[in-house]
């Protein structure tokens, strides 16, 4: 059963009169007679091989389905019966029985012919494209086809799409069954390979009366057509003049030649719009921005990368992340290498640092060498000596302990850094409290009466600065014995920068570590405000109350100016810290001591200091 002829049938209208148009004489798809000349020649290539089928002639009748459901069942039941009376079970050619049936070309034309041949359990062989459905086994026993299944050839034609990297592209089918299957298959096939259709045109068959010849018409797609323009995989843009042609001319290329072989190089060009590098082809619903063409289900776009990440090719569909030490250039198309971010020692900061703590260190040098060599005055001798030398030696320590800080971190400075400065600065704290308490115990043991005498003397102040010291040091062994500091690395925190950090294990010890210096200055503060109004001989809680509210407002500043900071301007924030507080300490109550001892030593003796501010 050939599909080869096609009538004219007027569509019936019944709001004009009957068309007069004669339908005797059919139309030829000149095409199809290929089909014809096929089964000729296979038919006599089998007849002529004795090898194929021995002492048996294979014939064959030639019927048109006329692309017509009617005609095909006639043409079909003419093939069975041989008569022109259709009678079931009533053969009268009984020597010329039909063996098996070959067609039709199209679904409907099969399935009309599989619907009388299944009848008669006649073979029917089918050599078109049609539905799986259309070969159901217990509908149709006798049904088979010689193509395969037309789920491979979707697969086959996604495989040829991203094999040239065409992923904007436009689907043309037949307005029928068939058709409306195909875009429900294919375009699923297509969203699941990340494949967009730039349009979908359903093609109608009509018949032009006037030049006897079938055309398909939609101007739709000469619309498309006539105002297409993109860029291929070349740069080249691609567009059509007024007149139909590819206004584009001609390039030269380079022909290689091997022995008995030739090669010649060939561009493929591309439907899709191309994402330039550092953006990234995006699928929205909200209409094509390109090319203004609306698209079934979605559209390409390109939109810039994420932050931290990259499209260093054409067409990339996603975006790639740079490595965590590398960070994505400002046209997002290149990672760079990140910066290491650390207080070393050549910087302008760690230099000025280091020579700040120095200087601080040779004035606490100059102070302490001042207190030994006048040892013997009044006013060193008022003071505590021994609570003195310890409390300048300290401070010494604690402007020498900044230097940890400067330098890219390791092992031995992330252990001693906070440490260190956490003890040092404790020692200096407790000096200060045993000299306030001794100041109020030795106001004290001048009232009548009084047993406090005993109190006052170097074991109560040793006493002191020991015992408060040694929780210091505790909370110290306990932070590094549980989860001591460690050098880390901070790949996250800053874009173009790689923070060396000393990572500090337990951040609640290292709060500990501050949370018990800012209770011992709170109470230096607390005990040396009450006794601000001693007599003049024991004025120096006056100087320790201005140097604790000096060393309490640089550390509560501290805090959140440390946690707003990173990498090494928050290095540079504790350093500060350390010499605000420790230089504070140092002025306060040393200064005017220092004044009298080298510019007014007239008043450095017992009757001046009992009459005077000290």
Same mark, same amino acid.
């Given at each position: 059963?050939?599909?080869?002829?096609?009538?004219?049938?007027?569509?019936?209208?019944?709001?004009?009169?009957?068309?007069?148009?004669?339908?005797?004489?059919?139309?030829?798809?000149?095409?199809?007679?290929?089909?014809?000349?096929?089964?000729?020649?296979? *038919?006599?290539?089998?007849?002529?091989?004795?090898?194929?089928?021995?002492?048996?002639?294979?014939?064959?009748?030639?019927?048109? +389905?006329?692309?017509?459901?009617k005609m095909t069942y006639r043409n079909t039941l003419d093939l069975i019966f041989k008569s022109h009376h259709?009678?079931?079970?009533?053969? !009268?050619?009984?020597?010329?029985?039909?063996?098996?049936?070959?067609?039709?070309?199209? /679904?409907?034309?099969?399935?009309?012919?599989?619907?009388?041949?299944?009848?008669?359990?006649?073979?029917?062989?089918?050599?078109?494209?049609?539905?799986?459905?259309?070969?159901?086994?217990?509908k149709f026993p006798s049904f088979y086809r010689m193509v395969p299944n037309e789920d491979l050839q979707y697969r086959g034609i996604i495989l040829l799409l991203l094999h040239f990297g065409?992923?904007?592209?436009?689907?043309? &089918?037949?307005?029928?069954?068939?058709?409306?299957?195909?875009?429900? &298959?294919?375009?699923?096939?297509?969203?699941?390979?990340?494949?967009?259709?730039?349009?979908?045109?359903?093609?109608?068959?009509?018949?032009?009366?006037?030049?006897?010849?079938?055309?398909?018409?939609?101007?739709?797609?000469?619309?498309?057509?006539?105002?297409?323009?993109?860029?291929?995989?070349?740069?080249?843009?691609?567009?059509?003049?007024?007149?139909?042609?590819?206004?584009?001319?001609?390039?030269?290329?380079?022909?290689?030649?091997?022995?008995?072989?030739?090669?010649?190089?060939?561009?493929?060009?591309?439907?899709?719009?191309?994402?330039?590098?550092?953006?990234?082809?995006?699928?929205?619903?909200?209409?094509?921005?390109?090319?203004?063409?609306?698209?079934?289900?979605?559209?390409?776009?390109?939109?810039?990368?994420?932050?931290?990440?990259?499209?260093?090719?054409?067409?990339?569909?996603? !975006?790639?992340?740079?490595?965590?030490?590398?960070?994505?250039?400002?046209?997002?198309?290149?990672?760079?290498?990140?910066?290491?971010?650390?207080?070393?020692?050549?910087?302008?900061?760690?230099?000025? +640092?280091?020579?700040?703590?120095?200087?601080?260190?040779?004035?606490?040098?100059?102070?302490?060498?001042?207190?030994?060599?006048?040892?013997?005055?009044?006013?060193?001798?008022?003071?505590?000596?021994?609570?003195?030398?310890?409390?300048?030696?300290?401070?010494?320590?604690?402007?020498?302990?900044? *230097?940890?800080?400067?330098?890219?971190?390791?092992?031995?400075?992330?252990?001693?850094?906070?440490?260190?400065?956490?003890?040092?600065?404790?020692?200096?704290?407790?000096?200060?409290?045993?000299?306030?308490?001794?100041?109020?115990?030795?106001?004290?043991?001048?009232?009548?009466?009084?047993?406090?005498?005993?109190?006052?003397?170097?074991?109560?102040?040793?006493?002191?600065?020991?015992?408060? +010291?040694?929780?210091?040091?505790?909370?110290?062994?306990?932070?590094?014995?549980?989860?001591?500091?460690?050098?880390?690395?901070?790949?996250?925190?800053?874009?173009?920068?790689?923070?060396?950090?000393?990572?500090?294990?337990?951040?609640?010890?290292?709060?500990?570590?501050?949370?018990?210096?800012?209770?011992?200055?709170?109470?230096?503060?607390?005990?040396?405000?009450?006794?601000?109004?001693?007599?003049?001989?024991?004025?120096?809680?006056?100087?320790?109350?201005?140097?604790?509210?000096?060393?309490?407002?640089?550390?509560? /500043?501290?805090?959140?100016?440390?946690?707003? &900071?990173?990498?090494?301007?928050?290095?540079?924030?504790?350093?500060?810290?350390?010499?605000?507080?420790?230089?504070?300490?140092?002025? !306060?109550?040393?200064?005017?001591?220092?004044?009298?001892?080298?510019?007014?030593?007239?008043?450095?003796?017992?009757?001046?200091?009992?009459?005077?501010?000290?």
């Open positions: 059963m050939a599909s080869h002829m096609y009538y004219i049938v007027p569509k019936v209208s019944f709001k004009k009169n009957p068309s007069r148009d004669s339908i005797d004489t059919p139309l030829v798809v000149t095409k199809f007679y290929q089909h014809i000349l096929a089964l000729v020649f296979a *038919v006599d290539e089998i007849n002529e091989n004795p090898r194929m089928l021995p002492n048996v002639s294979l014939g064959f009748h030639i019927y048109d +389905s006329y692309y017509d459901s259709f009678v079931p079970n009533y053969r !009268c050619g009984i020597h010329k029985n039909v063996i098996g049936v070959i067609g039709g070309l199209s /679904s409907d034309t099969s399935w009309c012919m599989a619907n009388v041949l299944g009848l008669f359990k006649i073979p029917q062989i089918s050599y078109g494209l049609f539905e799986p459905a259309i070969n159901d086994g217990t065409w992923k904007w592209v436009g689907l043309i &089918t037949p307005a029928n069954e068939a058709g409306e299957r195909f875009l429900q &298959t294919i375009e699923k096939m297509f969203f699941r390979n990340g494949i967009c259709s730039a349009f979908t045109e359903r093609v109608e068959f009509n018949i032009n009366y006037n030049s006897n010849k079938l055309e398909m018409i939609d101007k739709r797609l000469h619309s498309f057509l006539q105002r297409i323009s993109f860029n291929n995989s070349a740069e080249d843009e691609i567009t059509l003049n007024e007149n139909g042609e590819l206004a584009a001319g001609f390039d030269i290329t380079n022909l290689v030649t091997f022995p008995n072989r030739s090669y010649i190089r060939v561009k493929v060009g591309r439907l899709d719009p191309q994402a330039p590098p550092g953006k990234e082809l995006t699928i929205n619903e909200d209409g094509i921005k390109w090319h203004r063409v609306f698209t079934q289900f979605c559209c390409y776009d390109c939109d810039p990368c994420p932050e931290g990440m990259i499209s260093n090719e054409k067409d990339m569909e996603t !975006c790639v992340s740079c490595p965590a030490d590398q960070y994505s250039n400002s046209g997002q198309y290149l990672c760079i290498p990140k910066i290491p971010n650390f207080l070393s020692f050549d910087e302008t900061l760690a230099i000025v +640092s280091t020579s700040s703590a120095l200087l601080f260190s040779l004035i606490t040098i100059l102070v302490l060498g001042i207190f030994i060599k006048h040892c013997d005055t009044a006013i060193v001798k008022a003071n505590n000596r021994s609570l003195t030398y310890g409390l300048l030696i300290s401070l010494l320590l604690s402007f020498l302990s900044s *230097v940890l800080f400067i330098g890219k971190p390791n092992k031995v400075t992330c252990l001693l850094r906070q440490t260190a400065f956490g003890i040092v600065f404790s020692v200096a704290l407790s000096s200060i409290l045993a000299k306030t308490v001794l100041v109020v115990l030795a106001f004290m043991a001048t009232k009548p009466g009084t047993n406090m005498r005993k109190w006052v003397g170097k074991e109560l102040a040793y006493s002191i600065v020991f015992s408060c +010291s040694i929780v210091q040091v505790g909370i110290c062994v306990l932070w590094l014995a549980t989860s001591p500091p460690f050098p880390d690395v901070d790949m996250h925190s800053m874009t173009e920068e790689i923070i060396f950090l000393c990572n500090e294990g337990s951040v609640l010890m290292f709060y500990c570590v501050l949370g018990y210096m800012g209770f011992l200055a709170t109470v230096s503060f607390t005990v040396a405000f009450l006794a601000r109004k001693l007599p003049d001989t024991f004025n120096e809680a006056k100087f320790i109350t201005f140097s604790m509210l000096v060393f309490c407002s640089v550390w509560l /500043s501290f805090i959140p100016t440390y946690l707003s &900071t990173r990498g090494k301007y928050m290095v540079a924030v504790e350093i500060f810290s350390i010499f605000a507080s420790g230089a504070g300490l140092l002025a !306060c109550i040393f200064t005017p001591k220092c004044y009298i001892i080298v510019v007014r030593p007239d008043l450095n003796n017992k009757e001046q200091l009992t009459q005077r501010k000290v």
